[in-house]
């Protein structure tokens, strides 16, 4: 796509980075829509005017157009550069769907802008206030009944090995898999689950066997009986894996309705990816729903309900003809999925805190969220917050009503020494994505011992300790709170140590646990905050102990002097 001459090349730039960080493998979007993003970005007005074979927008100061073919849609698909805009053109040709085309569903709702319903818009600041004036408030928004995390879903080059190397390096062990031995010729897949947090590795098989598999369903030779998701796209999956290397590609949601959850994050600005489908187990009958919006870049927001009874909903799509006798489905993570005995060798894990994504832009993307799902604002940063002098982001972390799905998301700042750590990850991952995954144990000291014990025996290693004299001042700032044994564990193991007005926070955050210096893992124990929830039970408050924001600078030195390594 060539930017005429009239735009500066400041921000002939920032639009180019726009358009490759906002795009996804797959999907099409039109050339208006795509100028209204333009010009939204810009500030220019939205009238936009049909000229011939090109889209013509007005600014106050300048114009430019976007070429368009006879077939006005523009493919964000990646080409073999891997961005779509290889030697300053955007390829112009007709689109390769995400999903088959009954499910398939791309609105043209800008993700930017605010809701349909412009009663019900869920808006967030324009403008960062950093922590120390920012005033929670919680105003149970939640366009829909959220539980809870369900799973995590990476897509990799070879589900086997890097399941394994988590399998050790967390102590999470294999519940359930679907691959070649299960009947499925599309992709292998490997469960693994410690405490109520769940990870799956997902790895596409080879073009020439996936393209056989699918021919035949097409010819109406064979079905897919076997493929637990039956929309999955193995060129899609390898494409993403070409491009981000071992990464998130679908955060899992627990929710009340999966139909009701993609209904309402679609009718106010979400980008549909996959409809409400029905799944059935052809073993037990049980039946699991589940839905698909784009989260960030490329990662999909994927909704997961279990409904109490059958329905012939037609918001869902049948995978396979209603039966009697159906039943919410109570296996280790999907319908279709082979349950795996293994024996249980846990560190200590118990759940997933937070899930935390990088973005160029930090307003449009929380805005998107906030606006689709409702969730408010927990806590922000900015980078005189979190940054040191050489290096620095801007932060904010959504929240839904319960305030125990936490998504934070993190922009690069820049003008410091050091090219920010953000930066550095969305050029490395070729966009947005999950940076990391924040997991919770009871006991971080035993969690810790047992996962350095295995760093150099192919687990995961962790990010330099923390300077002495952070060290030294922790007896001082945490006296009241650990005793002198646990601070000297927080030496020895590394562990940092922060506090709010409401609870206390350990933390340790691992290197990047692949080649590229993209996605890791935190370990965090939070600790106070416990309150008897309306059902009668004793549970923490999310989010208790804050995020860390007493850690942040020694945590990008430590970044810092990482990253070093590199040069």
Not at 36 to 61: M, P
Request: hydrophobic share 35%.
């Amino acid at each position: 796509m060539k930017i005429s001459t009239c735009v500066s090349s400041a921000e002939e730039e920032k639009l180019r980075q726009y358009y490759i960080y906002g795009s996804r493998p797959g999907i099409c979007i039109s050339a208006i829509h795509f100028s209204r993003r333009i010009a939204d970005l810009i500030g220019g007005s939205n009238r936009v005017e049909e000229r011939h074979s090109s889209w013509c927008f007005c600014f106050s100061k300048m114009s430019f157009a976007v070429a368009h073919s006879a077939f006005p849609i523009l493919s964000t698909s990646m080409g073999p550069s891997g961005n779509g805009m290889a030697n300053g053109g955007a390829e112009t040709r007709a689109c390769e769907p995400v999903l088959s085309s009954k499910t398939q569903s791309l609105t043209t709702q800008d993700p930017r802008k605010p809701a349909l319903d412009a009663d019900t818009t869920k808006t967030v600041p324009q403008k960062l206030v950093g922590h120390k004036n920012f005033v929670r408030e919680n105003l149970k928004s939640d366009r829909f009944v959220v539980k809870g995390f369900h799973h995590v879903e990476f897509y990799c080059g070879d589900a086997l090995n890097v399941s394994h190397r988590f399998a050790w390096a967390m102590g999470m062990r294999e519940t359930a898999q679907s691959n070649l031995t299960t009947g499925n010729h599309l992709y292998s897949s490997r469960v693994l689950q410690s405490g109520d947090i769940t990870f799956v590795f997902t790895a596409p098989y080879s073009k020439q066997l996936c393209a056989k598999e699918l021919s035949a369903v097409e010819q109406g030779q064979d079905s897919l009986p076997a493929v637990p998701h039956p929309h999955f796209n193995p060129e899609n999956a390898r494409s993403f894996f070409d491009k981000h290397g071992v990464a998130v590609a679908a955060v899992g949601l627990l929710v009340g309705d999966a139909a009701t959850a993609y209904e309402e994050s679609t009718k106010h600005g979400g980008i549909g990816m996959l409809k409400p489908v029905r799944l059935v187990d052809a073993t037990t009958g049980g039946v699991m729903d589940i839905s698909e919006v784009v989260l960030y870049g490329d990662v999909v927001l994927r909704y997961v309900s279990t409904p109490e009874l059958p329905s012939d909903d037609e918001s869902m799509d049948n995978e396979q003809p209603p039966r009697e006798g159906l039943k919410p489905f109570q296996g280790p993570f999907l319908p279709n999925y082979r349950p795996v005995e293994a024996p249980i060798c846990t560190l200590g894990l118990t759940n997933i805190d937070h899930v935390v994504g990088n973005v160029p832009q930090l307003l449009p993307a929380v805005q998107y969220i906030a606006n689709m799902t409702g969730f408010h604002e927990f806590a922000e940063f900015v980078a005189e917050d979190v940054g040191t002098v050489d290096s620095g982001l801007n932060s904010m972390v959504m929240a839904d009503n319960s305030e125990k799905v936490l998504m934070p998301v993190n922009e690069p700042t820049f003008g410091t020494k050091r090219q920010s750590q953000i930066q550095t990850y969305l050029e490395h991952n070729e966009g947005p994505g999950v940076q990391h995954i924040a997991l919770a144990c009871d006991d971080i000291f035993h969690t810790l011992r047992q996962m350095r014990a295995r760093s150099s025996m192919g687990g995961f290693e962790f990010m330099p300790r923390a300077s002495d004299a952070y060290y030294k001042c922790l007896p001082e700032k945490f006296g009241e709170d650990l005793t002198p044994e646990q601070l000297q564990q927080c030496k020895e193991l590394g562990i940092l140590v922060d506090k709010d007005d409401q609870g206390l926070l350990l933390q340790i955050f691992t290197r990047p646990v692949g080649d590229r210096p993209t996605i890791f893992i935190e370990i965090i124990q939070r600790v106070g905050c416990m309150e008897v929830d309306q059902d009668g039970n004793v549970a923490q408050r999310g989010g208790c102990g804050g995020f860390g924001k007493g850690n942040f600078s020694e945590l990008f030195k430590s970044i810092e002097e990482f990253e070093k390594t590199f040069d």
